[in-house]
């Protein structure tokens, strides 16, 4: 019984080791797949994905947003950053396959095993513990032996899965690695290699007496200045310069590069420099001439102040603002070619002469204000004029060519030039505004004045006026219209001093319109048989003492001859065409010769000859209204007869004058109060 009891005893230690070893293993089992998923969470925290609380379930559900867990070989790096995040997401997410392999090679190990010993303790339990027959408890031994030698082999076999299972995932994810590592290398050293960048290389040197920037990528050179040490006379910029062998294109002069410069002779630069930049030679001395060539861009100020016996600018250039403002040229001036000429460019010039050729295409605002030139100023070309290009200009003679040359307002303002001679087609925007001249010629291309062109012109004495009067000493003698000019209109002559106005026997003006020659102080003038129409105001305030009308005129405007005293003859005997007289047209003047209508007269309007001294009148067949105070206030006398065709004689028509005998036609329907 002892013996028995012994081997039952045995038997059921060895029982609680297989459960003990059995709770050991699931223990270990727990845990390696602990340490698993410790491996596997941190690649679902890579960006692009998202942890998720799943409410149905203790556990937290971990859901990938995007396909960044995907190997790192089916995407292209591009720097190695992102390249080694693709590799840990390679190896988080093979190591989680590794693991799941553990997994699995363990749960299979373990189904056996613990099936096992499932089956040898259910036929334990069917045998109760009170029996006690040596059989019984042989079996019970051989059972416990069985269940541990079960249970050893299935802790081998976890083990041996689960180093196994380590093992492929360690080698899969270093495969892994690899690759994306060997995908991100060429990416990442293209990212680290250095970004080419053209860089240009300048040297300086000192080559016969001038600094130069060389530039070694384009070969060419910049004009720096000069070396100080050495005595600089004559600056002669070539075409090129050889440095160390190599023969460089020179293109530019650098600003201020020989600002205020003494003792020089002469300047000569090349037609391959392009620019020349601001105060480059400004304030510099030249004993002889200065020839630029080709200057695409003469820059700010490039030659102000600048002394100098001679200038002479060739090609086509840009001369800048205030380019050679206050320079003192003791000879020519010349500019070439179809530059441009810059705001105030040649500003308070001193000059013996100034040519600007007919490829001159812009003249700057002030471009030549305030300049003084000793001999002749000759723009031949056809050049846009800016406002005040020439204003308050001396000079003893103007020639302004060009047909289709366009003068803004006040070009020419306050100029003094004894002699001027204009030749573009149309003057206009008082662009002689004030002009002192002893005398004004215009050429064959002139057709249009208007806009106020020569307002206020007089001649060089500038003598006073004496108590608002006007003094024959600053007028100019005669101004000659030329046969070409068919228009003068807008206030053209408004103000002018002038002498007599000579118009050409030839002439083609049929145009003199508003206020053409008002306030003017020409007294006399012949008017052309080609002219049509006398507009409003055309000498109103002028001095004209006579006055004819040619065939072709029809018609004079209001107020065109109200001149408050000088007219005294008006002869309208050639005037056939003339179909109507304007109102106040002579009013207010001293005519005091008899006056004979033209026949084709159809209108004398309201106070046409009011205020006169006409001593008689005949009024033409034909006529058909004699308007308001029409003759009022004259000194008619003898008789007067109304054709039959005048059908209204308005109020006023013959007051205040000494008609001793009226004549009314039969077609008169209507006189106004006091009309005869």
Known sequence: MKLDSKRIQLARQAEQTVHVRFRMYKAKKRWLIAGAALLFIPAFFQPGHEVKADTSSPQTQVTATSQAAEPATSQSAVTSDQATTSSNAVNATNSGEAVKASSAASAASSQTSSSSAAQTLTSQAAVPEQTTDASQVASRSGAAQSAAAADQAATQAATASETAASSAASSQASSAQQSASSQAQPVATAAAQPT?????????????????????????????????????????????????????????????????????????????????????????????????????????????????????????????????????????????????IGQNAFYGLKAESLTLDDEVANIGEAAFAYETINDTINVAGSATIGKNAFYGTKATSLTLGGKATTLAETAFGYARITNVTVDAATISNQAFFHLFTDNLMFGPDVQTITGGAFQFIQNMKDLPNINGQDNPGNQIPTLTIPANISVIDGSAFYGS?????????????????????????????????????????????????????????????????????????????????????????????????????????????NAAFVGN??????????????????????????????????????????VYNSISNLTLGTGLQTIGQRGV
């Not at 002669?236 to 410069?261: E, H, K, R």
């Not at 008006?570 to 005519?591: C, W």
């Not at 009024?619 to 209204?625: E, H, K």
């Open 196 to 340: 080419v960048t053209a860089n240009t290389t300048t040297t300086d040197a000192t080559v016969d007496g001038l600094t130069y920037s060389f530039d070694e990528t384009t070969k060419t050179a910049t004009v720096t200045g000069h070396d100080s040490g050495a005595t600089l006379t004559d600056i002669n910029i070539g075409p090129t310069v050889s440095y160390n062998g190599q023969a460089y294109t020179v293109t530019a002069i650098q600003d201020v590069a020989f600002f205020n410069l003494s003792n020089l002779t002469s300047l000569h630069v090349a037609s391959t420099v392009t620019t020349i930049g601001a105060s480059a030679f400004a304030y510099s001395k030249f004993t002889g001439g200065i020839t630029v060539d080709n200057a695409a861009v003469i820059d700010k100020e490039a030659f102000a102040g600048v002394n100098a016996s001679a200038i002479t600018l060739n090609g086509a250039g840009n001369i800048g603002e205030s380019s050679f403002a206050y320079a003192t040229i003791t000879g020519a001036v010349s500019v070439a070619g179809p530059a441009t």
């Open 497 to 605: 001093k002038l002498g007599t106005v000579a118009i050409a026997d030839n002439s083609r003006l049929t145009t003199l319109g508003f206020q053409a020659f008002a306030f003017s102080s020409a007294m006399a003038i012949n008017l052309p048989d080609s002219l049509e129409q006398i507009g409003d105001q055309a000498f109103y305030g002028g001095h004209l003492i006579q006055v004819a009308f040619g065939p072709n005129l029809q018609t004079i405007g209001d107020l065109a001859f109200t001149e408050f005293g000088p007219l005294q003859n008006v002869d309208f005997s050639r005037a056939t065409a003339l179909e109507s007289i304007g109102d106040s047209a002579f009013a207010y003047n001293t005519i005091n010769n008899a006056i004979v209508l033209p026949p084709n007269l159809k209108i004398i309007k």
């Open 613 to 654: 001294k006409i001593p008689a009148l005949t009024l033409n067949d034909g006529l058909q209204t004699i308007g308001d105070s029409a003759f009022g206030y004259n000194k008619i006398q003898n008789g007067l007869a109304v054709p039959d065709s005048v059908t209204a004689i308005g109020k006023y028509a013959f």
